[in-house]
């Protein structure tokens, strides 16, 4: 597939939505018929247009050191290697003495192999409605992600440094605090909630934890933007009325480590579609 | 046979370990001082939403160290201090306009970092609540409310409880998980009344 093509489909795919959502709303239960309708999406998803975009980006010599990421970025999979390194990540790398996300490891690659500077990559690091592009960072993860497509969640909470990053998520997610008393388990701590009609999932268990991180990095239809984990952490904070959470820093590491680590032994489906 | 009981003493040893490294090496309440250190390096802040937001208050506090159960002397003491801060209106009247608290219960803005500080905010309601027979998108991490005068009446003792419930929910039940709106300063005294009107006045949809 080139980009070309790619990008005439996300037209029509975009279309599309637009018709099959406005026949959602009027049906019982949109939640239903939007699931309906993604599943018939992922047949040609747009996610594959950033996932192209990612592999340039993976395999070009690019940056002040004149690297590839393909040549001096260990996702822990060996040198350079992205097949099944979304899936086990977060883990403990010893180069950098933390525990780190997919899109976390691949900042700490850009900075420390290729010499980009973290300021320049965190002002903006993912895509708004008004932006034409998706920052490289995101097709960087996406294409990362994609070489776990339908495979297991294999976090490895055998490590003691991986475990406590589980932990400290999981207490985390409890940790009530801001204006309105808010954690994230006060959406997502119990089963079979919504939030007007949007279904919340329950993190604490392996049902609800997959359906936290499955589908991202995504297509996001509102806005028709694409976005990480990284970014859907971020937004769950704002509307819990906290602060911002700094970009790729150890407490969103932390709680991306509790929800995939609980998501242990689900396949992961690869760049997904979101509302 | 010394040597068959140090053997399985080190199996029994080996064992152990293997347990203990796939476990948490520490307790929950060490966990829980991890996170909160994490969190307040890792927060910034942006817009309205200042770094102290994720300082606790004592009943954050109680809640968190306790799993949202706290023991009953520490939850009767909190509770009876949140209930004594509750400013009730100083003309004693409790009822505003329904139809206006129709519109704060559908709104859901306010206190995050993408709103602008000096709007008002929103209730909410209907991100947690049933409330109006005509809305159907509502949530349900909170009870419905449908009715909710109907079944409770309209005597000054409902009002003056509707009236502080809204202030300051944690009044009553310390670790529940609805904001204290009059506490926060998220919905003021007219606002509030708007909304026991909403769930009171017999004239609402809510108990038609």
């Known amino acids: 597939m080139n980009i070309a093509s790619s990008g005439l489909r996300l037209l029509s795919c975009t279309a599309a939505l637009a018709l099959s959502l406005s026949a959602a709303a009027q049906a019982k239960d949109p939640n239903a018929e939007f699931e309906k309708f993604r599943a018939e999406m992922e047949e040609s998803n747009p996610a594959e247009l950033f996932e192209i975009k990612g592999e340039e980006l993976w395999k070009a010599r690019r940056g002040p050191k004149n690297v590839s990421l393909a040549e001096s970025c260990d996702l822990g999979q060996g040198m350079g290697k992205v097949e099944a390194a979304y899936v086990k990540m977060p883990r403990y790398f010893a180069d950098a003495d933390a ?16 010499g980009f500077k973290f300021d320049d990559i965190a002002k903006k690091p993912f895509q708004g409605g008004n932006d034409n592009n998706a920052p490289e960072i995101t097709n960087l993860v996406t294409y990362v992600a994609s070489g776990s497509r339908n495979m297991k969640f294999d976090i490895p909470l055998g490590d003691p440094k991986v475990r406590d990053a589980f932990e400290t998520g999981k207490a985390t997610a409890a940790y009530r605090a801001g204006p309105y008393d808010f954690s994230c388990n006060t959406c997502h701590g119990v089963d079979g909630k919504r939030i007007r009609m949007q279904n919340l999932p329950n ?3 392996p049902e609800g934890a997959i359906k936290g991180v499955q589908g991202w990095p995504g297509y996001r239809m509102t806005g028709g933007v694409m976005l990480t984990s990284q970014w859907r952490m971020n937004d769950c904070f704002r509307q819990q009325r906290f602060p911002e959470p ?9 709680l991306l480590t509790y929800m995939s680590g609980n998501s242990n032994g689900q396949i992961y489906k690869g760049p997904g579609i979101k509302r | 046979m010394k040597t068959l009981l140090f053997a399985a003493g080190a199996t029994v040893a080996t064992l152990l370990l293997a347990a203990c490294a796939s476990g948490p ?3 929950e309440a060490e966990y829980r001082q991890m996170a909160i250190d994490t969190i307040k390096r890792d927060f910034q802040a942006k817009g309205q939403a200042k770094h102290e937001r994720v300082t606790q208050d004592e009943v954050q ?11 009953n002397e520490l939850m009767v003491k909190l509770t009876s201090a949140q209930l004594a801060a509750v400013k009730l209106p100083a003309d004693g009247k409790y009822l505003g306009d329904w139809k206006e608290g129709e519109k704060i219960a559908q709104s859901g803005r306010g206190f995050t970092w993408s709103d602008k500080a000096d709007e008002p905010a929103g209730g909410n309601c209907y991100n947690c609540h049933q409330i109006g027979p005509q809305e159907t998108s509502f949530g349900t991490i909170g009870p419905s409310l449908l009715a909710y005068g109907k079944t409770r009446g309209n005597s000054p003792e409902i009002q003056k409880y509707t009236y502080s419930k809204i202030f300051n929910a944690k009044a009553f039940n310390l670790c529940s998980e609805m904001p204290r709106f009059g506490h926060a300063g998220a919905l003021n005294e007219q606002q509030i009344k708007h909304l026991v009107a909403l769930l009171l006045d017999p004239a609402s949809p809510v108990n038609k």
């Open chain 1, 99 to 114: 525990v780190m996300d997919a899109e976390r490891r691949i900042v700490w690659c850009m900075v420390e192999k290729q």
């Open chain 1, 203 to 205: 993190l604490a268990t």
């Open chain 1, 246 to 254: 700094k970009y790729a820093s150890q407490a969103v590491t932390n």
């Open chain 2, 25 to 27: 090496r520490l307790s």
């Open chain 2, 61 to 71: 506090q109680a809640c968190n160290s306790y799993l949202n159960n706290p023991p």
